[in-house]
């Protein structure tokens, strides 16, 4: 008996994959394709949240005093600490040494606003503070540097010299990060190496060079403190500040215009300075930028607690379906018991006693959930482990965790993502219900279901609280639905050219 290629079956053209054959078949089915299409401008909007939606400019070519005094008061400090340290006789200690970095990390903060003069000036100094911070320096050496930079380098005393800054990119936290490699690797794969086959090794690499760009980028920028509203002020005297489309934070209130219609219904002399396409919420923040903020929430819910249900299935069902008798009959009984409790009811007694959170969220779902995935894993191990492929391997020698996710699950892994896909549309529905009913993500982040909740007192006076979120939660929801029904079409092995 001669086996077929998978590539040539069903009158495919020889040489293409199956996963190539696949998407060939979803491409025709054009409602999958438009969610597809959704799907994917939904992830890229979650991706790119701090670039669309943000108070922090891309740009400001400007002045920063308060970044200049906070640096000059810290300088000083340090300066104080290591005098009474000198004092002590404490010269090669730990704290002694703290105070020397914390000296010239600011020193440098300073040079960097200060013109060519002041910063040469600023430099000798640094070298002073340099002769300092080495072993053997008495307390009498220290008053002049400190003289020195009362005298010449107070904030009312220099010419602050404007400088670019890009205060939206120093702000990307590390996760922020992650996220933004993978999807710019995806992107990259997509235009530049679409004829070469993804394989699990791209994909470990992948995401083993974002995690480390991830890390990378915490430590060289660490997370900073700006006061709400720092840079729309300086915004106002600086030469050149360029802001996202959507120049709002997620959690910043403008008071003057809490709960504001959107503008585009507004008349033109009832607008103002501020301009809010969706309007605002109770409090004064902008609803499309807490739309935007959310979508990010939706997704990472969605995707995270989908891959952790869908792992825990497949190793629980693939244990069942290959090794059979007693573990099938043990594993099919705790499947039976767990489907036996409602999974919302369930969701919501666990939370009961737990903080709410995002990642109590993302844990419940995952394991409240697996059931399904479980049940149909084991069918499809029953399906493919009585093979004649599977018998040859086990009679080369091959091991039984070899033939499980070497040989069986990749053949059966198909019908598992058509659940995934419809998974995430069920996760981003409970999600939403869960901040709707004010047990899901706490205030003050933004999802879907907590705008919901927002506009759940005032559903006929702020009716774009409502509408808008819940419209999202829709066109979201089918997308997924969409792009499930058509995958689990297009990866049918009955498939016609």
Not at 123 to 138: D, E, H, M, P
Not at 316 to 337: H, P, T, Y
Request: hydrophobic share 50%.
């Amino acid at each position: 008996m001669t086996s077929q290629d998978p590539a040539t079956t069903s009158g495919a053209p020889e040489g293409l994959s199956f996963t190539r054959i696949a998407y060939r078949q979803l491409a025709r089915n054009r409602l999958a394709m438009a969610g597809f299409v959704m799907v994917v401008m939904v992830v890229t909007v979650a991706v790119l949240v701090p670039f669309l939606a943000n108070d922090k400019p891309y740009i400001i070519h400007a002045t920063l005093p308060d970044d200049y005094d906070e640096a000059y008061a810290s300088v000083l400090d340090a300066h104080d600490q290591a005098v009474k340290l000198v004092e002590a006789g404490q010269l090669v200690s730990e704290p002694f040494w703290r105070c020397g970095h914390v000296v010239f990390a600011n020193l440098k903060r300073m040079a960097s606003q200060l013109g060519p003069a002041d910063r040469a000036e600023l430099k000798r100094v640094r070298k002073s503070y340099t002769g300092l911070f080495s072993a053997g320096s008495i307390r009498a050496t220290w008053d002049a540097p400190r003289a020195d930079l009362v005298s010449k380098f107070d904030s009312e005393k220099v010419q602050l010299v404007p400088h670019s800054y890009f205060p939206l990119f120093r702000s990307l936290r590390p996760l922020e990060i992650f996220f933004l490699s993978l999807y710019l690797a995806a992107v990259w794969r997509w235009i530049v190496r679409r004829r070469s086959p993804p394989t699990w090794r791209r994909g470990r690499t992948a995401v083993l060079l974002a995690a480390v760009a991830a890390i990378v980028w915490g430590f060289a920028f660490p997370k900073k403190f700006v006061p709400a509203g720092y840079f729309k002020d300086l915004a106002r005297k600086a030469l050149v500040a360029v802001f996202p489309p959507v120049p709002y934070g997620e959690t910043e209130i403008i008071i003057e215009n809490m709960k504001q219609e959107p503008t585009w219904l507004l008349p033109p002399d009832k607008r103002g300075s501020n301009h809010h396409l969706l309007g605002t919420d109770t409090i004064g923040r902008d609803v499309l930028s807490r739309m935007i903020y959310g979508s990010r929430i939706a997704m990472i819910i969605g995707l995270i607690a989908v891959s952790l249900y869908v792992s825990i299935g497949i190793v629980v069902g693939a244990c069942a379906g290959f090794f059979r008798g007693r573990a099938d009959m043990l594993i099919s009984r705790i499947i039976e018991v767990v489907i036996c409790f409602p999974t919302l009811f369930l969701i919501l007694i666990v939370l009961a006693y737990l903080r709410p959170s995002i990642i109590n969220i993302m844990v419940v779902l995952g394991l409240t959930s697996w059931t399904g995935v479980a049940r149909l894993t084991r069918g499809e191990f029953f399906r493919i482990g009585t093979l004649d492929y599977v018998a040859a391997i086990r009679a080369l020698g091959g091991s039984n965790w070899r033939i499980i996710f070497r040989h069986i699950l990749p053949n059966g892994i198909g019908p598992v993502l058509v659940v995934a896909s419809f998974g995430i549309a069920a996760a981003i529905l409970v999600e939403s219900a869960l901040s709707f009913l004010g047990m899901g993500v706490p205030q003050p982040f933004a999802s879907w279901g907590t705008l919901l909740n927002d506009g759940r007192a005032d559903i006929q006076g702020a009716w774009w609280l409502t509408v808008f979120p819940g419209f999202a939660i829709f066109l979201t929801v089918t997308a997924w639905n969409l792009f499930g029904e058509g995958l689990r079409d297009a990866i049918d092995p009955r498939l016609k050219q």
